[in-house]
């Protein structure tokens, strides 16, 4: 399936939201910061 979608890069939030934590509840700095801090995996 992933040769599907070449420029396809599976990522993860960086630290800051816990796992299953609503993102209702994040703050826009916290959100902000988990996604420009996601990691390649």
Same mark, same amino acid.
Do not use: H, K, Q
């Given at each position: =399936? +992933?040769?599907? *979608?070449? @420029? $396809?890069?599976? &990522?993860? $939030?960086?630290? %800051? $939201?816990? =796992? @299953? @934590?609503? #993102?209702? *509840?994040?703050d826009? #700095? &916290? $959100? %902000?910061?988990?996604? &420009? %801090? /996601?990691? /390649? +995996?």
């Amino acid at each position: =399936m +992933m040769r599907d *979608f070449p @420029g $396809l890069a599976i &990522t993860r $939030l960086a630290s %800051g $939201l816990p =796992m @299953g @934590g609503d #993102l209702e *509840f994040a703050d826009e #700095l &916290t $959100l %902000g910061r988990a996604l &420009t %801090g /996601r990691r /390649r +995996m």
